[in-house]
């Protein structure tokens, strides 16, 4: 078992460590699981998550926080649907139509994907539309596609109609602040946005505020000046300590196309997994990842930090001597418009990841993706190391603390602990 963090400073989230140590039993067998000969080239689940990337990012445009919400909902109506006619192997999400197993499981994935996509972007319905179409089209007109698109309907509506009111969109700006330490809007943009996910509801957690933390440091601490002093040097825009490789690291990252996406249908083809085995995984990881998401915004709204480039700006007025203001400072990357602790990104990718280390039974399975934002591809040995880059990479980046970062990943992992123990488990 890899060892998970080893920040600069020797830092190890011990937190993280447990999770992934605890998941390498689970998933013992998981290749021999897979439906013999399946084509993961024409995996259904694959493909309409592609069709649903489309939809939520490159149409729509949304960002990390809110794609969170709407990759949950596609594939978490999915996992019910192909659950359901495999037999309910699995604890069901929502519910699990009656099934025999002979309806096709092809027309139910795209119908539960298709109506659920429709659903939260009625103004692409037209496009959607034409695409299901082209799908169906190319399935046999017989009674497995008429019973399969049953299926996958009845799985959407029941997630349609929890999420309804759920506090999505609400209302999007965060308290602003005067006092040191406090959150306030950050140049160039000076915007403030997605407050509603501190308060939106979980999918799978009870409450967001479960893992309230004990907040950021006090102005007035040694941790807090380490921090400041950190992502002051090697966080600046011109920055003479930042290497290339942790400049295109921080930019990577940062790319709202998440790797994330293209990670998830690389592992599902490069282990061949089953369409059930695929729907399981992508469903354990984007609820996992959107509870965790609504978490840590949750511990924004309670704690609402400056961000490092207002507390180096403000230094002065922090009453720590360790500090030192520069005015004039600005970080790497454009500073994401919500407070600073916790760190979102690592909150999501901790979640991910853990995950897919709890799913796999292992750490050490290596994968890549491509950033169009660095220009560059990125490899990791295994789950823990993008974790232990992501962490790094807020830093680089100029946009978080180290305290903010390791927080998040905490929370993220706590998140991934209760999902994994009480979601998605083998009924039999």
């Known amino acids: 078992m890899a060892r998970w963090v080893r920040a600069r400073r020797g830092v190890v989230c011990t937190a993280v460590v447990g999770v992934l140590a605890a998941a390498l039993p689970v998933a013992a067998g998981l290749p021999a699981a897979r439906a013999a000969g399946e084509n993961t080239s024409t995996n259904a689940v694959i493909i309409w998550d592609r069709n649903a990337q489309t939809a939520i990012w490159d149409v729509a445009g949304q960002q990390p926080q809110v794609q969170a919400r709407s990759f949950a909902m596609v594939h978490g109506a999915v996992y019910d649907a192909v659950n359901a006619i495999a037999g309910r192997p699995y604890q069901p999400y929502l519910l699990a139509p009656r099934a025999s197993g ?69 209302n999007p700006t965060w308290p602003v602040g005067t006092q040191p330490g406090q959150w306030r809007p950050t140049p160039p943009t000076f915007a403030s946005d ?68 293209e990670i998830k249908r690389q592992l599902a083809t490069g282990r061949r997994l089953s369409t059930l085995q695929t729907a399981r995984m992508f469903a354990m990881v984007d609820l996992t990842e959107a509870d965790a998401t609504i978490a840590c915004f949750n511990e924004k709204a309670a704690w609402t930090s400056w961000r490092p480039v207002t507390a180096i700006q403000l230094a002065d007025t922090d009453g720590n001597p360790a500090t030192t203001a520069d005015p004039t400072w600005a970080p ?91 979601y998605f488990r083998p009924r039999r």
């Open 332 to 422: 790497l990357l454009v500073t994401p418009p919500h407070p600073d602790f916790t760190s979102g990104h690592t909150c999501f990718t901790t979640a991910s990841m853990s995950t897919l280390a709890f799913f796999f039974g292992r750490d050490d399975i290596p994968f890549s993706a491509y950033s169009a934002d660095s220009g560059t591809t990125r490899y990791f040995r295994g789950f823990s190391h993008a974790i232990a880059e992501v962490i790094e990479a807020r830093v680089w980046g100029g946009i978080h603390t180290r305290s903010a970062d390791t927080e998040g990943a905490k929370t993220g992992a706590k998140v991934t602990a209760y999902a994994t123990r009480n």
């Open 102 to 170: 002979r309806e096709s499981t092809d027309a139910a994935v795209a119908t539960a994907a298709f109506q659920v996509l429709s659903s939260l972007f009625p103004a692409q319905r037209p496009r959607l539309q034409t695409q299901y179409d082209e799908w169906m089209a190319n399935l046999p007109d017989d009674a497995a596609k008429r019973s399969g698109t049953a299926v996958g309907g009845q799985t959407a509506a029941a997630m349609i109609s929890a999420r309804q009111n759920d506090g999505a969109f609400g």
């Open 194 to 261: 997605t407050a509603w996910v501190a308060n939106l509801k979980p999918f799978l957690i009870p409450s967001a505020s479960m893992f309230r933390s004990a907040g950021p440091p006090a102005l007035t601490s040694e941790r807090y000046a380490r921090d400041l002093n950190e992502v002051k040097t090697i966080g600046a825009v011109n920055s003479t300590t930042r290497t290339l490789d942790q400049t295109q690291a921080a930019i990577w990252w940062h790319d709202r196309h998440l790797g994330e996406w």
